[in-house]
């Protein structure tokens, strides 16, 4: 979605990211780990984040709505009100959220 590093964000050591690429790489190397893991955070009898960001409704793709809040607080991350509010009350800033996240194959305004 995103090809270039927004502006005034600092670039990332080169070891820093040969550190992540190897713990990536670590992660999907086994096929039998990979898919144990993926099958206990998708499971819905289970305490993972994933069954919920797909079972939550309503689960627009091209809407955030405070379904799609409450599954990211599941990941124990807050979310400020004032960005509650600028994401789920009508307003530019939703409507340019719901354009900007839309799938790919959406002709998008150069605004995104």
């Known amino acids: ?64 709505s405070p379904s799609d809040l409450l599954a990211v607080t599941t990941l124990s991350v807050d979310i400020p009100p004032r960005a509650v509010r600028r994401l789920i009350e009508p307003s530019a800033d939703a409507t340019r959220s719901t354009v900007c996240w839309a799938p790919q194959s959406w002709t998008l305004p150069s605004t995104c």
């Open 1 to 64: 979605m995103f090809s270039e590093m927004p502006d005034g964000w600092p670039a990332a050591d080169p070891s820093t990211i040969d550190a992540a690429l190897a713990h990536v790489h670590d992660a999907l190397d086994d096929e039998a780990t990979l898919i144990r893991r993926l099958s206990a955070y998708y499971r819905t009898d289970g305490d993972y984040a994933g069954a919920t960001f797909l079972d939550l409704h309503p689960n627009d793709p091209a809407s955030v």
